[in-house]
């Protein structure tokens, strides 16, 4: 039996997610939703995400082809509406956690920058997870209003304004001189080498092994198998879709790390879907 993983993001970023949980478990379809007509989900407010994540979620649940599990794979998103849409929907729900806690707890990190967008930094469930963790560590918090559509946009054209935003980040993080930047929005580690190749001794962390390992947990709990990812499993595909255009998939195509598993690309409609 085949396996299908709904991936939600507002962009490209939850990429990062999808090449994870691709390389850990191939046998997986991954349908990739892409909701580019209303990117950044980092400039919207949480009422507004609330009511689009239940909108996508009760559009998932009516296909005729079962979805056995959703990856909400931004920050922002699980931030503000991961509990509505888990309200809305019998699919199990795994959402995106910063990776503070793992940086926080190493003994040998005392300072820890947490790279993110406007709405996550802002949110009080990042603020708590910084205060359950900090103890007497220093974190720095590093906004970018513009790094997420920068890479969502990204081709020679914005290339050098992409680079300049990199550089700018990068030069504020070297004044606080941290031991770990953590990537708090999953389109940054799509660019994770530019920040590796500017930030030596600085080590990079970013939560997509965790969300691929919890998605394997809630499957096996929820269908009652022992492992899905055992050998001998077919190997399983990549869908794109994307409520954007046709420019949108061709930037989604990009940012596949295994871009011949790519079985198809869809222009989807359902933001103008309505659902009672």
């Not at 080498?193 to 600085?202: A, M, T, Y």
Request: proline content about 4%.
């Amino acid at each position: 039996m085949k396996y299908n993983v709904a991936i939600i993001d507002s962009g490209s970023g939850g990429l990062s997610v999808l090449n994870t949980i691709r390389r850990q478990s191939p046998e997986l379809n991954l349908h990739y939703y892409a909701d580019s007509c209303f990117s950044p989900y980092g400039e919207k407010s949480s009422e507004f995400l609330k009511s689009r994540l239940v909108q996508i979620g009760r559009y998932l649940e009516a296909l005729s082809e079962p979805v056995h599990a959703i990856v909400l794979a931004c920050n922002t998103a699980t931030v503000e509406g991961i509990d509505a849409l888990r309200r809305a929907v019998s699919i199990p729900v795994v959402g995106v956690e910063p990776a503070v806690k793992p940086a926080l707890v190493n003994p040998n990190v005392s300072r820890v920058s947490v790279l993110a967008t406007p709405v996550t930094i802002g949110s009080n469930r990042l603020q708590a997870l910084i205060s359950l963790w900090k103890n007497d560590k220093q974190v720095q918090l590093i906004s970018s209003a513009d790094l997420a559509r920068l890479i969502d946009s990204a081709d020679s054209r914005s290339e050098s304004a992409l680079c300049k935003e990199i550089e700018l980040i990068c030069s504020e993080v070297t004044v606080f001189r941290p031991d770990v930047l953590v990537l708090a929005c999953t389109h940054y580690p799509l660019v994770r080498d530019r920040f590796e190749g500017s930030l030596h001794g600085v080590e990079i962390l970013e939560p997509s092994s965790s969300v691929s390992n919890q998605l394997i947990r809630r499957l096996e709990q929820e269908i009652c198998i022992d492992c899905i990812s055992d050998e001998g499993l077919p190997i399983g595909g990549v869908t794109l879709h994307s409520s954007g255009d046709e420019g949108d998939l061709k930037s989604l195509h990009r940012w596949c790390d295994d871009q011949s598993a790519v079985m198809g690309k869809c222009h989807l409609n359902f933001h103008t879907t309505v659902l009672s």
